[in-house]
């Protein structure tokens, strides 16, 4: 990971409650600049808008390039030839207010949603009060932008699973993401980010860019139920799944049918890549304490496989962290665990 990232997570990440969860992964002292972004407590309301969000997404429109004639040429190009601009109708790109970087290229259509209104006054009419923001940032060059309030205590389920339950909200400016509102659960023990109702996926909403898109707070509230409600959901679902006993051999099962590869490749690769994943879920299943306290149990299974996906899997053409928190935003993450929890169920029938 370059030094940049690494500025940049330190910088347009703002992380709260450290007292309560720690510091984050890519906390580096020297790269904090003026200020730190990690708080004891929550992080207030006034720096997310101030250090994040003091910057609009404007509108500016497309031009291109095309060859011209005298009369209406707007320069002549370095091979002598009379060009002008011509815009592009129907299209138009979204930059930021403070530095004019492009974020994204659209149709007329698209309505580019604030990361003020929608991420910090759409949640306080959400949650119907003050927020206790967890943790918020930008990624992209701030194309992506997230907001997360949390309870304000870690809670603890009645298997001893320490947790915190979140709203999340975000939105993009380059496409990637419909800005979407979202519940789930924090395990303090690794930072793994987990759905509000393991069994079925976490409740989300989303609410496309368009013309006349605006946010409907009661129906968001409906889907979403309240936080106080997802943790129930959440507690219970870990407590099935500690109480779920997985025995070696089944976990040994669930390893062969997670960690598959094509014996008839014509390279090695897919059965290095599969023996590494074996092993490092191995490793976690046995030595490391994010897991190793809930061997031989479902949520073991699970705790070994979203570790590994969060901590250990391979991170390619972006860094750990904007990958885990677009996984978390996209239901990537939750997809993952809740096929995790299918194969084991498969693997624990067969065993019958």
Not at 37 to 48: E, K, L, R, S
Not at 107 to 131: C, F, M, R, T
Not at 266 to 273: D, G, L, V, W, Y
Request: with cysteine.
């Amino acid at each position: 990971m370059s030094q940049e990232t690494i500025e940049w997570l330190n910088q347009q990440t703002l992380i709260g409650h450290t007292d309560k969860r720690g510091n984050a992964w890519h906390y580096r002292e020297s790269a904090q600049g003026d200020e730190p972004n990690h708080y004891t407590g929550p992080v207030p309301v006034a720096d997310v808008e101030r250090r994040l969000f003091s910057w609009d997404a404007i509108e500016l429109p497309l031009y291109v390039l095309k060859h011209a004639g005298i009369e209406d040429m707007t320069f002549i190009n370095p091979e002598g030839v009379p060009m002008a601009c011509a815009q592009i109708p129907n299209r138009k790109a979204i930059a930021r207010s403070d530095t004019n970087a492009v974020l994204g290229i659209f149709k007329d259509s698209y309505q580019a949603h604030q990361p003020k209104e929608w991420l910090i006054e759409n949640v306080q009419l959400l949650v119907g009060g003050d927020l206790d923001i967890g943790s918020a940032g930008l990624l992209r060059g701030g194309a992506v932008a997230w907001l997360q309030v949390e309870a304000t205590d870690n809670m603890v389920t009645p298997s001893g699973v320490e947790f915190r339950p979140f709203i999340m909200a975000a939105t993009s400016f380059d496409g990637s993401l419909s800005t979407t509102y979202k519940v789930g659960s924090t395990v303090v023990v690794c930072d793994n980010t987990m759905a509000a109702n393991l069994q079925d996926g976490g409740s989300t909403t989303k609410v496309r860019h368009t013309r006349y898109s605006n946010l409907n707070a009661k129906m968001i509230r409906d889907t979403l139920g309240i936080v106080e409600q997802a943790a129930t959901t959440f507690s219970a679902d870990v407590d099935r799944l500690t109480n779920w006993v997985v025995t070696d051999k089944q976990w040994s099962n669930f390893l062969d049918e997670c960690c598959k590869f094509d014996a008839n490749a014509k390279t090695t690769r897919a059965k290095t890549i599969a023996d590494k994943k074996r092993n490092d879920l191995t490793n976690l299943w046995t030595n490391d304490l994010r897991v190793a306290p809930w061997t031989n149990t479902a949520f073991g299974v699970l705790q070994a496989t979203s570790t590994w996906a969060h901590h250990v899997q391979t991170v390619r053409g972006t860094n750990r962290a904007e990958r885990n928190m677009l996984n978390a935003i996209t239901g990537a993450t939750e997809k993952d665990d809740a096929e995790t929890l299918t194969a084991l169920a498969r693997v624990c029938e067969m065993a019958l």
